[in-house]
C-alpha cells in the first residue's frame, strides 16, 4: 500500500460519493482534510486532518509551523500586553499538541490540556463533556491551582470547531468559576453550518465577555437526510467481524488477542483483507533520550515558558541520540507518538528532520475507532490494533495506529510516556511487536511521566543537565558547560536609552533586560585583530601562569565554574592551558552571578551534586573594583547558610587583577584584554546572563541567550586559537611567573576600591556604583551604558585604541589624568544618563 497523498484523489472522494456528505468552503479545505468513517454511533463521518499529526503521518514541521502561525495570529490579535497574560487551552486527545504549537506561537503563554487520565493526589480544577467523541470526560488537573484563575485571555484550542458544544461546555463551566473579558478559539479549521454560525456571538453577549475565533481555513460539511444509518451501514458491510483477525491493508494489523485470518472478501472500493502475525516481543530497541529532569511530559498539568526554554535547550541532543540509533541507510523514519503525548513527539520528531538525510514524519496512537480501507480516495488506509498499554482508568481496551502498515517505513520510534512503558506495550500482541511486523526497525523513547510535586517543603532535586555548543554557544562541547537556561526565543533587548528609562522608572533590575548587542563596525573589528595580534602572547603568560596558581594551591584537579559570560573565555583558556601543558581534562562550567541578586543557587547545588565543592575554583576575566569578588564572598555565606552545603571557596582566580582584590591572579597590570573589546561575538555568541520572575522559576538556572544570527561575526574561538598558538613559546616564562607569584605576599590591598571612591568623591558622582574602573569595565560602558565621560592615565597608548574609537563614536569625552592606578576608567552619572544602576542593580536616583 502507498500512504503518500494521491495529488490527483482528494482523500474524502470515497466517503463522498457513498454517503453524499459534501465538503464547501475555503479551497484548500481538501488540502486539510479528507473523510472516513467512524466507528461511532453518535457521528457517521470523521474530518481526517492532513495536518494535526494523529491519523495521517504528517512532516513535522508542517504539523508544528500550522499550530505555531496560528498562536501568532493570536497574539497579533490580542496585542502584546494581553498575549503576555493569555492562558492556553487545548483538548484531548487530538488537540493536545496542536494547543501547545499554539502557546509557543503566542509567546510566553502557559499551556495546559484537558486530559482523560486521572491522577491521584491532584485537585481537579475543572472538567467537562465531548458531546461526539468517542470518550467524552475531559478532566482539567493543572499542577499550580491559580494557572486558570487570572484575568487575561483564555485561548482554547481544538483541531475542528464544528457545533461549538464542546468550547462552550468548556468556557461556561470555566466563566462561572473564573471569569474573565476575553476569550479567543483556535481551530485548524471553522467547520460550523449555517445554523451554528451565529451561536457564538450569541454566547458572548450571554455570558458579557468577548469570543473571538482563529482559524486555518473554514467551511462546512453538508450531510444528507440518514447519513448516520448509511454511515453505520458502510462500516457493518466493510468492518472485519471476526474475532481477534488481524488485518493489515484494508483494515486492522494486530489484535488484542490473535485469531483466525479472514477470508479476502470483495467488495467495492476496498482491498483484499490479509492476516499479519505479530512480531515477536522484545524487537523495539530502547534509545535513552535525557530528556530534561523536571520538564513535564506535556501540558497535562501545566507547561510554563521556563520549561518551554529547558526543553528547547535539550533538544537537539535528544534528537542526535535518536539519529544515532537509527539503522544505516533508512530513507523514510515515522516517529510515532502516544494518544495525548503529542507534543513531546513532535517536538523531537521536528529536531529529527533538521539532522538527518531521511524523511521524517510524525503520527500518533488513539483511542479512536475508526473503519480502515486501502483506498487512495479514503483517508485511513490501514490500521494497527493493539491493547491499551498505560492502564486506563476506563480499563482494558483497543488502540490503534492508523496509516501506518503498508506505509513503507524504514525505521519507527515509539515515544511514550513512562506511564505507558508497561508488560502491555512489550507483549507478544502489543504496539512494538505490531510495529515489528511492518518495519524492519522498531525504536523506543521513554518520556518520564511528570508527577506534580505533592505538599512538601524540600526542594526539588532534579536539575537539567548543562547546555553545551553547538546547540547552545559557538564553543565546541567539551570546551564549556553552561549552567543556564535557553531565553533565545524571548524578546529581552531595548536601545540603551530606553532601557535605562525602565530601570530608573520602574525600580526594575538591570538582569531583567539585555542591551541591544553591539555590532562593531569594520574599523572597530581590524582594531580588535590588531590588538590580538600585539596582545597574544602577554594574555597566554597570564593563563598560564594563573592556572599554574590554581593546580598549585587550590586543587590538583580543579573543576572550572567561569562567571558568565566575561570569564568564560579565560575559563576555557585555562582548561586549554591545563590540557597542553599537564594533559588534564578540566571540567568547565559557566554560571550566572548577578549584582544585588548574587550567584545562581540552583548551580550551586547542580554542582555539589556533581563535584566536590572543594574542587571549584570559580574563574572571572579581570576585576575591576572587586564588587563581583564582594557579591560572590555574600553569596556563598547566604548558600551555606541556606542550603548546608560547604566547601565553595569564593576567592575568584582571574587573568588580571589591576584592582587588587584577589590572591589568583595571572597580572595585576590593567591592559587591554580584546575579549573585552567585544560582547558576545567574543564570548561563544551568549548574551549576558538573565534573571527575571516570569521567566526563571525557583527551581531554573538563571537564562542567557545564544546569537546564532551573529554566527558571521563571531570570532570567539579565534581569540582562543591565536591566544593558545602561543603556549608553548610562554610555557617557561608562565611557570616562572607563577613561582614568584607563589612567593610572594599576594594579599589584597584594595587599592583600586580606594581610587574608586577617591574618583567618585573628585567628581561629585557620590556612588562608586557608577566609577567602572579598568580598561575591561570602562569597555563594557561604553558598550552597555548611557557613559558619561572616560578618564584616561596620560601617555596610555595601545591599549586604549578601542575605548577611545568608541568614545568618539558616542560622543563621549576623554579626560587625560596624570595619576590614575588605572589605565582608564570610565564614569557613569545619574544627572546625564537615564538611569544607571547602584550596589543592588536598580536605579540610582539624585
Not at 412 to 429: F, I, Y
Request: charged content about 20%; overall charge negative; some cysteine.
Amino acid at each position: 500500500m502507498n500512504n503518500a497523498v494521491n495529488d490527483l484523489v482528494w482523500t474524502g472522494t470515497w466517503v463522498a460519493e457513498r454517503l453524499g456528505v459534501e465538503l464547501v468552503g475555503d479551497e484548500k479545505l481538501s488540502d486539510l482534510l479528507g473523510l472516513a468513517l467512524r466507528r461511532n454511533p453518535k457521528r457517521a463521518h470523521l474530518l481526517v486532518s492532513n495536518v494535526l499529526g494523529k491519523h495521517v503521518p504528517q512532516s513535522p514541521s508542517v504539523v508544528y509551523g500550522y499550530g505555531f502561525a496560528l498562536g501568532r495570529r493570536v497574539r497579533d490579535l490580542l496585542g502584546t500586553e494581553e498575549a503576555g497574560a493569555a492562558v492556553v487551552l487545548g483538548y484531548a486527545e487530538t488537540a493536545t499538541g496542536l494547543g501547545h504549537s499554539v502557546a509557543d506561537g503566542v509567546g510566553l503563554a502557559p499551556y495546559l490540556h484537558s486530559t482523560r487520565r486521572p491522577v491521584e493526589g491532584v485537585a481537579r480544577a475543572g472538567g467537562f463533556e465531548e458531546s461526539h467523541s468517542h470518550a467524552t470526560s475531559h478532566l482539567l488537573l493543572p499542577e499550580d491551582p491559580g494557572l486558570l484563575a487570572g484575568s487575561g485571555p483564555l485561548v482554547l484550542v481544538d483541531d475542528e470547531f464544528s457545533t461549538g458544544n464542546t468550547v462552550l461546555n468548556t468556557i461556561r463551566a470555566l466563566h462561572e468559576r473564573y471569569p474573565r473579558e476575553r476569550y479567543v478559539v483556535v481551530a485548524l479549521v471553522d467547520m460550523r453550518s449555517a445554523a451554528d454560525l451565529g451561536r457564538l456571538e450569541e454566547f458572548a453577549r450571554e455570558i458579557g465577555a468577548r469570543v473571538d475565533l482563529v482559524s486555518a481555513a473554514s467551511g462546512t460539511v453538508r450531510l444528507p437526510e440518514g447519513v448516520l444509518e448509511k454511515g453505520q451501514a458502510l462500516v457493518a458491510a466493510h468492518e472485519p467481524t471476526v474475532p481477534g483477525l488481524a488485518v493489515p491493508g484494508l483494515a486492522t494489523s494486530g489484535s488484542t488477542a490473535p485469531g483466525p485470518t479472514a477470508p479476502r472478501p470483495v467488495a467495492s472500493g476496498s482491498a483484499a483483507l490479509a492476516s499479519a502475525a505479530p512480531g515477536p516481543a522484545g524487537q523495539a530497541a530502547r534509545v535513552e533520550l535525557g530528556w530534561p529532569r523536571g520538564v513535564p511530559d506535556g501540558g497535562r498539568h501545566g507547561f510554563t515558558p521556563g520549561h518551554r526554554i529547558r526543553l528547547e535547550g535539550a533538544l537537539p541532543a535528544m534528537a542526535a541520540r535518536i539519529a544515532d540509533a537509527l539503522p544505516d541507510g533508512a530513507r523514510r523514519v515515522l516517529v510515532l507518538g502516544f494518544e495525548e503525548l503529542m507534543y513531546a513527539p513532535l517536538r523531537l520528531a521536528r529536531e529529527l528532520e533538521q539532522v538527518v538525510a531521511a524523511e521524517v514524519r510524525y503520527s500518533t496512537t488513539t483511542r479512536s475507532p475508526v473503519l480502515a480501507l486501502d483506498d487512495p480516495g479514503y483517508a485511513i488506509r490501514s490500521r494497527i490494533v493493539f491493547p491499551a498499554h498505560d492502564n486506563p482508568d476506563d480499563g482494558p481496551g483497543e488502540r490503534y495506529a492508523y496509516n501506518v502498515a503498508g506505509a513503507g517505513f524504514d525505521a519507527v520510534v515509539a515515544v511514550v510516556d513512562s506511564a505507558a512503558d508497561t508488560p502491555e506495550l512489550h507483549a507478544p500482541d502489543g504496539l512494538l511487536a505490531q510495529l515489528a511486523a511492518h518495519t524492519p526497525s522498531v525504536l523506543l523513547a521513554v518520556v518520564p511521566s511528570y508527577v506534580p510535586a505533592r505538599a512538601s517543603t524540600e526542594r526539588p532535586s532534579m536539575l537539567p543537565e548543562p547546555l553545551r555548543g553547538p546547540a547552545f554557544s559557538s564553543y565546541a562541547p567539551d570546551e564549556v558547560g553552561w549552567l543556564l537556561q535557553d531565553l533565545s526565543d524571548v524578546g529581552l533587548e531595548a536601545p540603551t536609552e530606553e532601557r535605562e528609562e525602565a530601570i530608573q522608572s520602574g525600580g526594575a533590575h538591570y538582569a531583567e533586560s539585555l542591551p541591544v548587542e553591539y555590532q562593531p563596525s569594520a574599523q572597530y573589528q581590524e582594531l580588535f585583530h590588531a590588538a590580538l595580534g600585539t596582545s597574544a602572547a602577554r594574555i597566554a603568560q597570564a593563563v598560564g601562569a594563573v592556572t599554574e596558581l590554581v593546580l598549585a594551591e587550590r586543587s590538583p584537579r580543579p573543576v572550572l565554574v567561569s562567571l558568565a559570560r566575561a570569564g568564560t573565555p579565560v575559563g576555557v583558556l585555562m582548561r586549554r592551558w591545563a590540557k597542553h601543558r599537564h594533559d588534564l581534562d578540566l571540567p568547565h562550567y559557566a554560571v550566572s552571578i548577578v549584582r544585588g541578586r548574587g550567584i545562581d543557587a540552583n548551580a550551586l547545588r547542580w554542582l555539589a551534586a556533581h563535584h566536590d565543592p572543594a574542587d571549584v575554583v570559580f574563574v572571572d576575566g579581570w576585576t575591576g573594583k572587586g564588587a563581583i569578588t564582594r557579591e560572590l564572598a555574600d553569596a556563598i555565606r547566604e548558600f551555606e547558610a541556606s542550603d548546608g552545603i560547604t566547601g565553595f571557596d569564593p576567592e575568584i582566580a582571574v587573568l588580571a587583577d589591576p584592582g587588587s582584590c584577589v590572591r589568583t591572579y595571572g597580572t595585576r597590570e590593567d591592559f587591554l584584554i580584546p575579549s573585552a573589546c567585544l560582547n558576545s561575538t567574543v564570548s561563544g555568541l551568549i548574551s549576558r546572563t538573565v534573571l527575571r520572575a516570569d521567566l526563571v522559576g525557583e527551581h531554573d538556572f538563571h537564562g542567557a541567550k545564544f546569537y546564532r544570527e551573529l554566527a558571521g561575526s563571531d570570532v570567539s574561538v579565534d581569540f582562543l586559537d591565536a591566544v593558545a598558538a602561543h603556549f608553548a613559546d610562554v610555557a617557561d616564562a608562565a611557570c616562572a611567573q607563577a613561582k614568584e607569584l607563589l612567593a610572594a605576599d599576594r594579599t589584597p590591598t584594595w587599592e583600586g576600591w580606594a581610587a574608586v571612591e577617591r574618583i567618585s568623591e573628585e567628581y561629585e558622582i557620590h556612588d562608586v556604583n557608577l566609577v567602572k574602573p579598568g580598561v575591561g569595565e570602562t569597555t563594557r560602558v561604553l558598550l552597555r551604558r548611557v557613559p558619561w565621560k572616560i578618564l584616561a592615565r596620560a601617555g596610555a597608548g595601545a591599549d586604549l585604541d578601542h575605548v577611545r574609537l568608541l568614545a568618539g563614536q558616542r560622543g563621549v569625552p576623554v579626560e587625560e589624568v596624570a595619576e590614575l592606578p588605572y589605565t582608564c576608567v570610565g564614569l557613569i552619572h545619574p544627572k546625564y544618563t537615564r538611569g544607571a544602576t547602584g550596589a543592588d542593580g536598580k536605579a540610582v536616583t539624585v
